[in-house]
T-cell receptor, first 112, second 115 residues
């Protein structure tokens, strides 16, 4: 049973436009959500996170929105840049030092 | 942020041999480290939770006798793939978090290819 779902395996966006990556989860016990960016043959790097007590967190060009009632979160990147091209993983965890549960990832391609 | 280093980044071995992958927390102590595996175009799947000074906790379907985990110190966890087979070829990634934190810091990953 996949608890974290990223239903779009890939996304192509023009440079300068907005990229929106979506993520759904099923476990209502999750209370902390993260987005990681991953280049081929490298470990994931942390991008941005959000706690369940918030519905929005912004960091520069990256904004994460959380809709708890819909069990849905999204990552907005604006403006998108070619260097943003990577695989983006959505992850979730429960309270405490518990391991993260990852989605399958969405490959973002930003076209110049 | 905290730094996690993994070694080797790439290893090719013959079928039947054993391979050891090291994961170190460079600037913090990690009582718990997590080992993930990623097959091509798949998600990061948790293999096991490594606890310093005690036995690792393995996820369902992961053979503990095949994937030996040793967390001998607060800065080092090792994963040994014993009697490796081609189906063990994958990208193995370790991670750790700061005490009480939920954000995971990942190593660079180790790509294992078993011929």
């Amino acid at each position: 049973d996949q608890q974290v779902k990223q239903n779009s395996p890939s996304l192509s966006v023009q440079e300068g436009r907005i990229s929106i990556l979506n993520c759904d989860y099923t476990n209502s016990m999750f209370d902390y959500f993260l987005w990681y960016k991953k280049y081929p043959a490298e470990g994931p790097t942390f991008l941005i996170s959000i706690s369940s007590i918030k519905d929005k967190n912004e960091d520069g060009r990256f904004t994460v929105f959380l809709n708890k009632s819909a069990k849905h979160l999204s990552l907005h990147i604006v403006p998108s840049q070619p260097g943003d091209s990577a695989v983006y993983f959505c992850a979730a965890s429960k309270a405490g030092n518990t391991p993260l549960v990852f989605g399958k990832g969405t490959r973002l391609s930003v076209i110049a | 942020g905290a730094v996690v280093s993994q070694h080797p980044s790439r290893v090719i071995c013959k079928s039947g041999t054993s391979v050891k992958i090291e994961c170190r927390s460079l600037d913090f102590q990690a009582t718990t480290m997590f080992w993930y595996r990623q097959f091509p175009k798949q998600s990061l799947m948790l293999m096991a939770t490594s606890n310093e000074g005690s036995k690792a906790t393995y996820e369902q379907g992961v053979e503990k006798d095949k994937f030996l985990i040793n967390h001998a110190s607060l800065t080092l966890s090792t994963l040994t793939v014993t009697s490796a087979h081609p189906e063990d070829s994958s990208f193995y990634i370790c991670s750790a978090s700061l005490a009480g934190g939920s954000r995971l810091f990942f190593g660079e990953g180790s790509r294992l290819t078993v011929l």
